[in-house]
């Protein structure tokens, strides 16, 4: 069983808060400065999915869906996957929570290490990763309850304690959707708009203290103004969840997510889809200085 706690400290509580320079009088000298100032040291990149080798074949079929996936997602990052449709994004997306264990025969090979183990391992629980890893899918599926039995059901499934209403509460408030919901929780959440429904979506999820959220093309539904409103939530949540995004959508990428991969899809001689991924790094890089000439293509809308 997967029992990882999320490090509540911050990044300024862990260094201390001190200055720099403390101590140091106005008249020291350039060299004297030089001398006392302290050694800039690289922050380490906590990596929390290792993807080793990946290789998913559904049943029935005579080629992997995906395969030979390998890359690190790193912790407090959103790591966006994009590609042509069909390339495979959605199936590695449904391997970090085993979403795929759910259509019986699907064959998973290679590896997936989630904090350093192996997700796919034989003591692992799928229903214990499931509620570690989040996911939010492309069209809004709220339950036919009240907006604030949305919000409560997973909690109480899984048999949280705590006040339920402070529950619901700060689940809508992480969710950016408390104010414009509080005086109507006992409303159907069928009666919300489109992107209300997406970001409650996100709230339910979140509800259940996830330590990373999926997204599969959570925005591909709404007007640019509730994308807008979803985007800028999933840069606040970064700061305590680790993200992994499924998107078409190539600026949505370029301004939200910290790392891109980018999937392509092969043909075999009988017409077999197979999906693979040619460039992971940075997205700034991904974006304006690619290594493949396949994904300046891709990213500069030369092949689609």
Same mark, same amino acid.
């Given at each position: ?14 260094? %201390?808060? !001190? ?6 009088? *106005? &008249? /020291?000298?350039?060299?004297? @400065? ?124 899984? %048999?949280? !304690? ?6 619901? *509460? &700060? /689940?809508?408030?992480?969710? @950016? ?71 078409h959508n190539m600026q949505q990428a ?51």
């Open positions: 069983m997967i029992d990882i706690e999320r490090d509540p400290q911050t990044a300024d509580e862990k260094a %201390g808060g !001190e200055t720099p320079f403390r101590g140091m009088g *106005e &008249t /020291a000298s350039m060299d004297t @400065a030089q001398a006392q100032a302290p050694e800039v040291t690289e922050t380490v990149r906590e990596v929390i999915f290792d993807v080793k080798e990946l290789q998913v074949t559904y049943p029935n079929a005579s080629a992997p869906a995906v395969d030979k996936i390998s890359f690190e997602m790193g912790k407090n990052e959103i790591t966006a996957l994009i590609g042509p449709s069909g390339c495979g994004k959605s199936t590695m997306l449904r391997c970090l929570n085993r979403m795929n264990d759910l259509i019986v025969g699907t064959n998973v090979t290679g590896q997936i290490l989630y904090h350093g183990e192996d997700l796919y391992g034989p003591n692992v629980d799928a229903v214990q990763v499931r509620k570690r890893i989040g996911m939010v899918f492309q069209k809004p599926n709220p339950f036919p309850k009240s907006i604030y039995e949305n919000i409560a059901f997973g909690p109480r499934i899984i %048999g949280m !304690e705590g006040d339920m209403d402070q529950i619901v *509460e &700060t /689940a809508l408030r992480r969710g @950016a959707l408390w104010d414009e919901v509080k005086d109507r929780l006992k409303d159907n959440a069928f009666g919300m708009s489109g992107g209300q429904q997406q970001r409650l979506c996100i709230a339910r999820c979140l509800a259940v203290a996830p330590d990373v959220i999926l997204m599969d093309e959570p925005c591909s539904a709404l007007d640019p103004i509730s994308t807008g409103k979803i985007e800028d939530l999933m840069i606040e949540l970064k700061q305590d969840y680790s993200i992994v995004i499924v998107t370029a301004r939200i997510s910290d790392k891109t991969a980018f999937f392509v899809v092969s043909l075999d001689e009988n017409d077999n889809r197979t999906g693979t991924v040619v460039e992971f790094d940075d997205t700034e890089k991904i974006f304006t200085n690619p290594a493949d000439e396949r994904t300046e293509a891709y990213v500069t809308g030369k092949m689609g």
